[in-house]
């Protein structure tokens, strides 16, 4: 593991943390993954959150080593150690007492943190490890489907609230888990959207130098017949990032006013120029 990432892996499990601190705990929120799994135990049997966490991450932690590899272990390791460590000084520090008295607002506030602190642990390359490690491990020995598993233990660790919440609490846990997927979600593509651009222009070369004298963009000719027309010609590909698009937009029109432009987003580019170090010839 890259040890610059180590500061991230620590933001983001500290982030998830206080999210469990301010908003889940004091307003008796549930939620999926092993914090879920801690509030029904702390109900059922008063075991504090953050000692069934320290506990239940190292039980996962060995086995997912013993079961995944020693590479596994040492991406997981941080957060197995750091997270319970972390949640036990903000329940101490915070005393149970939260931002909000307010479900609605814990709920969002919950979902944003959470969603935030285990992207920036995978983004990283790091595992949050507890509930994380069963579905690998399902998907190691039984080929079994990583997001289709982690669902269900998440939909299952929601239901086994019910014995202690109400039915509307178990509506805004369902919130909750899905607001902090689609924050996740986001969090791993950031930076990594780019608009992939094709245009079918007659002064396609003059375009296609455009684009890389001026916006420093490595391009593409493609062969192209027109449907109707059957005139041939080529159309110029290219990868720019948001802000560029109306920079290439707006040079590409002083060119040829009648070019054809498509543009669509893609969620991720590799390659020269991207993900590897551009070279000039």
Not at 22 to 37: D, S
Not at 236 to 243: D, E, F, P
Request: hydrophobic share 50%.
């Amino acid at each position: 593991m890259n040890i610059k990432k180590i500061p991230i892996i620590l933001l983001g499990n500290t982030l998830y943390a206080l999210a469990v601190a301010l908003f889940i705990l004091p307003n008796k929120l549930i939620t999926g993954g092993t914090t879920g799994l801690a509030l029904v135990f702390q109900h059922q049997l008063g075991i504090p959150v953050s000692i069934f966490v320290g506990v239940f991450n190292i039980v996962m932690f060995v086995l997912g080593g013993i079961v995944l590899g020693k590479s596994f272990a040492l991406t997981t390791i941080i957060s197995t150690f750091y997270y319970p460590f972390i949640l036990s000084i903000f329940e101490k520090l915070f005393g149970g007492s939260g931002m909000t008295n307010d479900t609605m607002l814990a709920t969002i506030f919950a979902g944003l943190l959470i969603g935030a602190g285990i992207g920036m642990v995978i983004r990283a390359g790091a595992s949050t490890g507890g509930m994380d490690i069963p579905p690998l491990i399902l998907n190691k020995k039984l080929k079994l489907s990583v997001s289709v598993t982690m669902s269900i233990f998440d939909c299952f660790i929601l239901l086994t609230q019910m014995l202690f919440s109400s039915k509307e609490m178990i509506l805004y846990g369902i919130l909750l888990v899905l607001l902090y997927t689609m924050i996740l979600d986001k969090v791993l593509m950031i930076g990594k959207n780019q608009m992939q651009i094709k245009i079918i222009s007659e002064r396609s070369e003059a375009i296609s130098e455009m684009i890389r004298t001026r916006l420093d963009r490595g391009t593409t000719l493609l062969y192209s017949e027109g449907g109707h027309t059957r005139k041939k010609s080529y159309a110029v590909l290219t990868i720019v990032s948001n802000r560029e698009l109306s920079k290439i937009n707006d040079l590409t029109m002083e060119i040829d006013p009648k070019a054809f432009m498509i543009i669509n987003k893609v969620n991720e580019v590799r390659g020269r120029g991207f993900t590897l170090h551009k070279e000039y010839v």
